[in-house]
């Protein structure tokens, strides 16, 4: 049974695969595997400065419509390659930046590079990146110019100044170093955070983009989510539902068995955890956490989707609404 999946799935890809140390290559219904270290493993677009620009633009633009303010505090949990979106936070006013992540990539060196590129798009008042450039990212804002409202030319300023990027400059300095714990006057990297004693952080936002699904011990991370948070915490999440690569169609995840999925996950470290939007929510009210806002994005049963009758285990009892969202994003706020 296992094997006539298997080759279903091949069936179903033509593109190349990363399933931890081993990469499967389907190509009309064949495969073969090849070796990778875990320090080449990339997670792809938070190695671009206009990327992440437009990410933190939006969960700022987001956090502010609620708080009023720019966060001084912020935490991101899988920040990738680049820490791109924390040097996005700093130049916008943040104080301390906290990037926990599942385990260090080997992308820190361009870290500088990003750092330049994103000088120039704040002190441009640069437009965040719409849908024309990256239409995959989310949320979706009502506009994308620059937000002079939240950032004012004197902020930039204040935030731009020599003193500011020497300062800013020098913790990202201190990142190039081999230790995966990291912790300086603007920037702390921990990786991975997992198996690390937290600090006390007390942050005034914790956000990620595209990183919850990949998470395996989901109670564990919301717990600790709740451990660091005071009364005026908030989180941004956007959360990807979709299969990753390992279907045609976007939720075919939920149609492989529990040993089958196994099989397709293979000895990578992580990869996507299959749970739906419903094990989200109720992971943020047990920890504490009210929604103000969680905008779904659904797919529909058109033909990227698969049939109700394909679900596999206990995805076999998901309601219709977790069955059609392949994406959210969700803000919430901590009530102690």
């Avoid at 750092?115 to 506009?143: A, G």
Wanted: aromatic letters at 12%.
């Amino acid at each position: 049974m296992i094997k006539r999946r298997i080759m279903e799935i091949t069936r179903d890809i033509s593109f190349r695969l990363p399933y931890g140390d081993v990469i499967i290559n389907c190509f009309f219904g064949k495969y073969y595997t090849k070796l990778i270290k875990s320090d080449e493993m990339s997670t792809g677009g938070s190695c671009d400065a206009r990327y992440c620009y437009s990410v933190w633009m939006r969960h700022l633009i987001n956090y502010y419509n609620e708080s009023g303010k720019i966060p001084s505090i912020v935490v991101e949990f899988g920040p990738g390659d680049s820490i791109g979106t924390g040097i996005a936070a700093l130049l916008s006013g943040c104080d301390q930046y906290y990037a926990l992540d599942f385990m260090k990539y080997s992308g820190m060196e361009n870290v500088m590079n990003i750092y330049d590129q994103m000088i120039t798009l704040f002190k441009n008042h640069t437009d965040v990146p719409d849908d024309r450039e990256y239409p995959k990212i989310k949320p979706k804002l009502e506009s994308y110019k620059f937000p002079d409202h939240i950032i004012s030319p004197e902020v930039i300023d204040k935030n731009l100044s020599d003193e500011r990027l020497d300062a800013i400059k020098e913790s990202l300095n201190n990142l190039s170093n081999d230790h995966n714990i990291i912790i300086n006057n603007m920037i702390s990297y921990l990786a991975p955070w997992e198996n690390t004693i937290l600090p006390e952080i007390n942050p005034e936002l914790i956000f990620s983009q595209a990183v919850l699904e990949h998470i395996d011990n989901l109670e564990n991370a919301y717990s600790v989510m709740a451990s660091i948070s005071v009364k005026e915490t908030y989180m941004s999440h956007d959360i990807d539902f979709k299969s990753h690569g390992c279907s045609k169609y976007w939720n075919g995840q939920w149609s492989y068995s529990d040993s089958l999925w196994q099989t397709i996950r293979g000895t990578r470290p992580y990869f996507i955890n299959r749970e739906p939007l419903s094990t989200h929510l109720k992971l943020f009210s047990k920890n504490g956490f009210k929604i103000i806002k969680c905008i779904q994005n659904n797919e529909g049963f058109g033909s990227s989707s698969i049939s109700r009758k394909k679900l596999r285990g206990k995805f076999t009892r998901l309601s219709d609404d977790d069955f059609q969202t392949s994406s959210a994003y969700i803000l919430a706020k901590y009530n102690e």
